[in-house]
């Protein structure tokens, strides 16, 4: 069907920001293809530090229900570090909605972009071209454990990693049938089964039996440290990259910056089934050093627009999202791009830029 129902979550700091920009360049899309896009903006103040400092909760009650309703999750970033606790804001948040929506597949492209220079020397477009699929709803990201003896000298606490056949099975799954589908039909598995002797070695040994699955694809793992010296020495290695939820998590910063900007990454957090709603925001955070500047990239909230169109089958309109995006960086003047891609100028003229080239390409 050409329609979608989206609710919109803008967060803290930069994602206030950046929101308008995806909601405009979603809208144009939305017009230009006649999709019948709901961009519902009634919670504004959802996930938000302010609603926690007025009401002791980062959402109202009845949250769950109420965002079930619709396809999608439009959601720009949370965090006021100085007023709140990251933990109690994030858990409060955006880690609720991956668990109790089972977004199970977190979805990081890491793509060098025209017109932004790399600061890794001497790659050039399509040297770093690779997705990072990251499991994202166990794992290290554990809420069972606890600290004991509190303010005694035997003080501790003890996090347990998670990791389930089903939950480590499915995210393996995702990844192999995404490698398959490329031409390289390369994975890469991150592990650490040197140092973490019961999660990792389970981990690997999930990969060797679902490889069996997919005699077409190549797969080969590596240790999450020498990994990362990888992604930086030699990113035209990888195809697609599968982790665990915490090494999923730094490899998608990581993979990103090596592309110039962390600005520009994109997420999905998917529910393949689609029994729930799926989720769509930059890989970036609030940033609250540059919020309230209006300085912030808008890209990554953008291209998770087209994520989002791509993920619910609007290819034509999600095509037109990635060349505008595309051609913004490689051609958009001093005056048009923001500061962390050696431009002049705001999130506003970037993302204007972008949604009328949507209109017109
Ligand atoms: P961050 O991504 O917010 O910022 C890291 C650095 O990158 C900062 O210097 C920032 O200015 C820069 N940056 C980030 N996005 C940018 C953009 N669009 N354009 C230009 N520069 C950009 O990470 P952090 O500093 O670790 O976290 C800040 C807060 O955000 C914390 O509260 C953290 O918990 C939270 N956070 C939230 C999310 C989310 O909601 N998905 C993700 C990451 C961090
Ligand atoms: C991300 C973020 C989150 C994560 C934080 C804010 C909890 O870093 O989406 O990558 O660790 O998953
Ligand atoms: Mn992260």
């Known amino acids: 069907p050409r329609s979608l129902r989206v609710a919109v979550i803008p967060g803290d700091g930069i994602g206030q920001e950046v929101m308008p920009e995806g909601l405009a360049c979603l809208?144009?899309?939305?017009?230009?293809?006649?999709?019948?896009?709901e961009l519902d903006e009634q919670f504004k103040d959802w996930a938000t530090c302010e609603r926690y400092l007025e009401t002791g909760s980062m959402l109202p009650e009845g949250w769950k229900e109420k965002l079930s309703t619709y396809d999608a999750i439009y959601f720009g970033a949370v965090g006021m570090p100085e007023k709140v606790p990251d933990h109690i804001s994030?858990?409060?948040?955006?880690?609720?909605?991956?668990?109790?929506?089972?977004?199970y597949i977190s979805l990081r492209p890491c793509k060098l972009m025209p017109g932004?220079?790399?600061?890794?020397?001497?790659?050039?477009?399509?040297?770093?071209?690779?997705?990072?699929?990251?499991?994202?709803?166990?794992?290290e990201y554990s809420s069972i454990g606890g600290k004991m003896f509190p303010n005694t000298s035997r003080e501790f606490v003890v996090q347990d990693t998670i990791m389930t056949r089903t939950g480590v099975d499915r995210v393996l799954k995702y990844a192999f049938e995404l490698s398959n589908s490329r031409p390289?039909?390369?994975?890469?598995?991150?592990?650490?089964?040197?140092?973490?002797?019961?999660?990792m070695p389970y981990w690997d040994e999930r990969v060797l039996e679902m490889s069996k699955s997919y005699q077409d694809v190549k797969v080969d793992k590596y240790h999450i440290d020498i990994?990362?010296?990888?992604?930086?020495?030699?990113?035209?290695?990888?195809?697609?990259?599968?982790?665990?939820?915490?090494?999923?998590?730094?490899?998608?910063?990581?993979?990103p910056a090596c592309t110039g900007s962390i600005g520009?990454?994109?997420?999905?957090?998917?529910?393949?089934?689609?029994?729930?709603?799926?989720?769509?925001e930059p890989v970036h955070g609030s940033a609250p050093d540059i919020?309230?500047?209006?300085?912030?990239?808008?890209?990554?909230?953008?291209?998770?627009?087209?994520?989002?169109?791509e993920h619910f089958g609007f290819k034509d309109a999600a095509d037109t999202m990635m060349r505008s995006i595309e051609i913004a960086l490689e051609s958009g003047g001093e005056n048009i791009r923001t500061p962390d891609i050696g431009g002049k100028g705001t999130c506003q003229s970037l993302g204007s830029h972008i949604a009328s080239l949507i209109s017109k390409i």
């Open 291 to 309: 919020a309230g500047k209006g300085i912030a990239n808008p890209v990554g909230m953008i291209w998770a627009g087209q994520m989002m169109l």
């Open 27 to 37: 809208r144009a899309a939305a017009e230009r293809y006649n999709i019948d896009l």
């Open 264 to 280: 520009i990454a994109p997420s999905g957090n998917i529910n393949p089934e689609g029994d729930w709603p799926s989720l769509f």
């Open 90 to 103: 994030l858990w409060g948040s955006l880690i609720q909605f991956r668990r109790e929506f089972d977004q």
């Open 227 to 255: 990994l990362t010296a990888w992604f930086v020495l030699r990113p035209e290695l990888f195809d697609v990259v599968v982790g665990s939820n915490l090494f999923g998590d730094i490899l998608s910063d990581l993979g």
């Open 184 to 199: 390289k039909k390369h994975l890469t598995s991150a592990t650490k089964s040197n140092g973490i002797s019961i999660s």
């Open 116 to 139: 932004i220079p790399c600061p890794l020397s001497n790659k050039k477009i399509g040297d770093i071209d690779f997705w990072v699929v990251r499991e994202n709803t166990e794992g």
